[in-house]
């Protein structure tokens, strides 16, 4: 899911509980776990309801001013039209940023890591991860549609990819491009 940076300091302190949505499906589930600023948040209920029934209070659960804001914010959406609620909790930092701090790599982990690369590699049909590894060591902070020539996937692909990547701890997103993590230069360094 996702949220504009100014809401993020009240989904930290808990001021901001619920948000809603215009999906025409469900894009939360109860027990999903969702990364938004740095942050592990957990949907708790997710249900649609009536525009017809908001209140003031929803929006200011919603962190926002009012009813009047929260509906601009939805595109204005008729009276009986439903949208979703998505009612969250803030469980603690996002996971990835501890795991991708962690550099002293026993050799279980380099065996685990490498595991997970090679599966990584099988599943897609043809090996990608340390090549990818070895370009963002090589070009931190270079544009992603840059790499993904140098790769020969298509952008959005190797966007995804990299995205797996991260959520092993091995790479960091930057304004542009990206870096490895430390965790990832220490993979790095043990698999060469």
């Given at each position: 899911?996702?949220?504009?940076?100014?809401?993020?300091?009240?989904?930290?302190?808990g001021s901001i509980t619920v948000t809603f949505r215009t999906w025409s499906t469900p894009q939360a589930k109860v027990?999903?776990?969702?990364?938004?600023?740095?942050?592990?948040?957990?949907?708790?209920?997710?249900?649609?309801?009536?525009?017809?029934?908001?209140?003031?209070?929803?929006?200011?659960?919603?962190?926002?001013?009012?009813?009047?804001?929260?509906?601009?914010?939805?595109?204005?959406?008729?009276?009986?039209?439903?949208?979703?609620?998505?009612?969250?909790?803030?469980?603690?930092?996002?996971?990835?940023?501890?795991?991708?701090?962690?550099d002293e790599l026993t050799d279980d982990d380099i065996a685990g890591l490498r595991t997970r690369l090679d599966r990584l590699d099988r599943a897609s049909g043809k090996p990608w991860t340390r090549t990818t590894l070895q370009l963002?060591?090589?070009?931190?902070?270079?544009?992603?549609?840059?790499?993904?020539?140098?790769?020969?996937?298509?952008?959005?692909?190797?966007?995804?990819?990299?995205?797996?990547?991260?959520?092993?701890?091995?790479?960091?997103?930057?304004?542009?491009?990206?870096?490895?993590?430390?965790?990832?230069?220490?993979?790095?360094?043990?698999?060469?």
């Open positions: 899911m996702l949220f504009s940076a100014s809401a993020w300091p009240g989904l930290a302190d027990g999903g776990r969702y990364r938004v600023g740095g942050m592990l948040l957990e949907a708790t209920a997710v249900a649609e309801v009536s525009v017809s029934v908001l209140t003031d209070d929803d929006a200011a659960a919603a962190g926002e001013g009012n009813l009047t804001t929260l509906m601009k914010r939805l595109h204005q959406p008729a009276l009986d039209s439903v949208v979703w609620r998505v009612d969250l909790r803030y469980v603690g930092v996002d996971d990835r940023i501890e795991r991708r701090a962690i963002i060591e090589k070009y931190p902070g270079v544009v992603s549609t840059a790499l993904a020539r140098h790769t020969g996937q298509e952008r959005p692909d190797f966007k995804i990819n990299v995205r797996k990547l991260k959520e092993m701890g091995l790479t960091e997103s930057l304004q542009v491009g990206y870096q490895l993590s430390p965790r990832g230069v220490a993979l790095l360094r043990a698999i060469r």
